[in-house]
Nanobody
Framework: QAQLVESGGGSVQAGESLTLSCVPSTYTYSNLYMGWFRQAPGKEREGVAGCYLGGSTTLYADSVKGRFTISRDNAKNTVYLQMNSLKPEDSAMYYC????????????????WGQGTQVTVSS
């Protein structure tokens, strides 16, 4: 079952922007790593952006640096992904994920997942 719930996906033209949101089904803890992965048909799932809720650490895939920004509002228990200058190669199912350990989170095997939200970018 989904432990996290994503929203904000949609279809846009290249160069436009979208913002994704993620909230837990129950609650989160301040020492969790949370962020976003994506998977396109026929491709491996890849980490996009992440953050540590207990500090200022942020993580980005090289392909999205300078275009995507991860942020969070701990009071609202929400993590966001602002995606600017979208490219067709950004098209994928985007999943929110969380884990207690950095190695498990950014290594691609987080313990907690959402069901995904589709992002489609047309040229």
């Amino acid at each position: 079952q989904a432990q996290l719930v994503e929203s904000g996906g949609g279809s846009v033209q290249a160069g436009e922007s979208l913002t994704l949101s993620c909230v837990p089904s129950t609650y989160t803890y301040s020492n969790l790593y949370m962020g976003w992965f994506r998977q396109a048909p026929g491709k491996e799932r890849e980490g996009v952006a992440g953050c540590y809720l207990g500090g200022s650490t942020t993580l980005y895939a090289d392909s999205v640096k300078g275009r995507f920004t991860i942020s969070r509002d701990n009071a609202k228990n929400t993590v966001y992904l602002q995606m600017n200058s979208l490219k067709p190669e950004d098209s994928a199912m985007y999943y929110c994920a969380a884990d207690w350990l950095y190695e498990s989170f950014w290594g691609g095997r987080p313990d907690y997942w959402g069901q995904g939200t589709q992002v489609t970018v047309s040229s």
